[in-house]
DNA sequence: GCAGCCAATTGGAATGATTCCGGATAGCAA
DNA sequence: TTGCTATCCGGAATCATTCCAATTGGCTGC
């Protein structure tokens, strides 16, 4: 099962790891993006945060989704210029961003592709981070075109 | 020779195909972006413009930018959150950002890789634009350590 | 040539996501 | 306890971009 949600002490081991601590504030913003898994804006996160603790602030939000990406436990993504999303899928994956709805789609990549791409790159660049998001719309095939839910 | 800059004639026609009038505002803000083939953000473009059309107001550089994105005489390229970038060249290509000095590279890609790619999505999402970004640092080759250029 | 029409331009105000700031808090160490 | 910092917090500031209302300019038809 991969890239399930750290418990407590993981999350603190990990914060840890990069000298940070673990807080009551980053661990409710690190759970609510595990728990519901598509890539919400920081204001959609706050408005999720405030219900299990009512009392965060926009900013603490902020800090802690930038530290939570800074220690690797999600992931920004940045979709033209609409404002940061906010993905806990730690897998190696490209967005597809449904320009009709609005909704973000993970697509995985099979690593026999990540590996074709990065021989793209001339001599002398080296790339710590590959971003792949395809826009266009999503026609639903008919199985599925029951109630149709975004992510 | 691919990807050339268009004569009033043609810059005027397409323009009239999407049914938009070719303009000086517009033209020149054209030829500055295809004289440098680089990156500039809307900003620079306003600076580069001024010097042949010191009356043209950023207001206007920004409608022409969007104005020549949306019938395909230029690209946008949004990296991060950093201000919008205007790409000149029309071929599929990919862009290095180098973390370090912020240049940005133009990397081509081959149409075998673009078709490998188009096959991951799941059946029933059609991408019109599929964005690829690398992030990382330049290590140039020793045969170029000489006077560093950024684009 | 002139009036009318609509697209395009313009300066300035507004927007809005994000960052910054300075002061409270709170966890840990001595 | 008493500090020492890291963190949190509300509110102000930032700044790329968009919006707006007023002017301008190019055509079309007369
Ligand atoms: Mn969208
Ligand atoms: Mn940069
Ligand atoms: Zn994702
Ligand atoms: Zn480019």
Redesign the interface.
Known sequence: MPNSTLEHEAFARKLAGSGLRSTPQREVVYNVLMQKRDHPTAEEVFTRVRERRPGISLATVYNCLETLAQCGLVRQV?L??EP?RYCPNLLPH?H?HD?ETGAI?D????AS?LD??KV??????????????????????LS?RRTVQSA
Chains 1, 2 share one sequence.
């Open positions: 940045n033209e210029r940061t490209a597809f320009e789609l697509v995985d990549l099979p592709l074709k791409l793209v790159l001339p001599r002398g660049y080296e790339a710590s981070v590959i971003e792949i998001a395809f826009r266009g719309r999503a026609r639903p095939p599925a």
